[in-house]
């Protein structure tokens, strides 16, 4: 049995608006009995005895027909997706930048993201694994940041990629951490 972190793609935007306790109650139904929601933007930990591949397909079925929407989520193992955020060069809290990860289920559409973003004069980013990219915007800045709008276009929803704020990622890494120990997050 292994933890999981499980981002939602999409929800609270654009029409699709998901409460956390009913997404969290849908999960639970689904066989995810532990499944904890963080924030109010799509962000899930639970516990399952099932591999990567397999809880995202079963969470994309739940949420399909809780919720009547295509859904898409990007899922990393708890351990993994620790592995990623320590690997990340940028600061959580910084008074001048906002770091961001974006990860994706697909390996050739974050090449293809990185690519883009690199071609892009002034962007900072690091490739932290095949399947998650740090990046850099400035406060206040984060929607004209190019490679906001790049991970924004259709072309990036349709891959199943989806962004958040390391102090995010920070907060799910530790729920993931504290679901597979029993012990709660530090805080």
Sequence with gaps: MGSY???????NVGGINI???DLREALKTHGFPDAKTLLASGNVVLSSSLDEAAVKRECEKCLRAAFGYDAFVVVLAGGRLAELVDACPYPPDDKSTHTYITVSSEKA???ELEAAGAAVEGTEL?????EALAWL???GGTLENPMSKLSAGAKHKAAATTTRNL????KVRDAAKALETGRPPAS
Excluded: N, S
Aim: net charge positive.
């Design 5 to 11: 972190a499980v981002f939602l793609r999409g929800i």
């Design 19 to 21: 409460k956390m306790a």
């Design 109 to 111: 559409a974050l090449d």
């Design 126 to 130: 690091t490739r932290l694994g095949p």
């Design 137 to 139: 915007a400035p406060v």
């Design 167 to 170: 102090r995010t990622m920070v």
